[in-house]
């Protein structure tokens, strides 16, 4: 990618599907099947390009965070509870 094509990403505050698949570790297929299942952030599509907004990146993943919690405090209660017996 160029450096002035990386600047204006950066500048419109814009991640490209590969950008996305970089920072979560991604294989192609692994990349392709979540965008497909839509288990990534709203994007936009244009042709083969999918787009996402930072904005939509960072709702996504504070919205994952949160059920991570919940899934952890319900596992620690189940943890205590069967502990009691």
Not at 17 to 27: F, P, R, S
Not at 32 to 56: G, M, N, T
């Amino acid at each position: 990618m160029s450096p002035r094509l990386q600047n204006f990403l950066l500048e419109k505050r814009i991640l490209l599907d590969t950008d996305w698949a970089e920072l979560n570790n991604w294989n192609k297929e692994t990349t392709k099947a979540k965008f497909a299942r839509r288990e990534v952030p709203k994007f936009i599509r244009v042709k083969s390009l999918k787009i996402i907004k930072y904005d939509d990146a960072e709702e996504f993943l504070l919205k994952q965070d949160t059920a991570q919690e919940k899934l952890g405090a319900k596992a620690a209660a189940a943890d205590l509870l069967s502990n009691t017996k």
